[in-house]
């Protein structure tokens, strides 16, 4: 490197700095992006700390569907009472299944007592 740049006049070792600095940018900000992709959202199909758990076999109501839909509905609906969160905790368990994606986005906290009764208090806190 250093008998190269030798050979080249002050300018165009100045330049070559530059593009050597620019070049290292570029790279650490892919290496950022890159990295970034890995934090883990709230979701069921995607393993991860904050992946959403439904019981293995658990049917999936026909109100769910669209998911995507049901996302954004379901806290309408519990709030106009059109369904209880007793229903839900029969397929869901709240620490698992709800506050994982709640406390994700600042939503309330998902708790009853019934649901200690049906899950047991397996991570009460939910970690
Ligand atoms: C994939 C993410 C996700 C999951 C899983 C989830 N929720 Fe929600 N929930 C939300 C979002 C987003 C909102 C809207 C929050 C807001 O507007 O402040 C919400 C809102 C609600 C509300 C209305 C709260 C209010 O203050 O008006 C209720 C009730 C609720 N959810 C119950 C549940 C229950 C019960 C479960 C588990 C069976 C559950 N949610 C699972 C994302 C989720
Ligand atoms: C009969 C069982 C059952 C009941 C009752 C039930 N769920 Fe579910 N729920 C499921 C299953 C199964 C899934 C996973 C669906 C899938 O794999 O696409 C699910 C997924 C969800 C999701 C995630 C959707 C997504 O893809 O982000 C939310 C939110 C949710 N349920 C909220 C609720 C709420 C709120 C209630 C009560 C009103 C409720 N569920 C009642 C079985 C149930």
Known sequence: ???ILGMIGPRAKKKAWRYLGLLLI???????ILGCEKVSKPEIR?????????PAGAAVPEY?????????VHGRA???????????????NPQTGCQKCHRY???KEIKLAEA????????RDGR
Do not use: T, Y
Not at 26 to 32: D, E, V
Not at 64 to 72: G, Q
Not at 80 to 88: I, V
């Open 1 to 3: 490197m250093g008998k």
């Open 26 to 32: 570029g790279i650490a900000n892919w290496a950022m």
């Open 46 to 54: 995607n393993p991860g700390p904050l992946q959403i758990e439904v």
């Open 64 to 72: 769910h569907v669209p998911a995507e839909k049901w996302r954004v």
């Open 78 to 92: 519990i709030n106009l009472r059109d369904f209880s969160e007793k229903e839900c905790i029969l397929c869901h």
């Open 105 to 107: 986005v600042g939503g």
């Open 116 to 123: 200690l009764i049906l899950w047991g208090s397996r991570e």
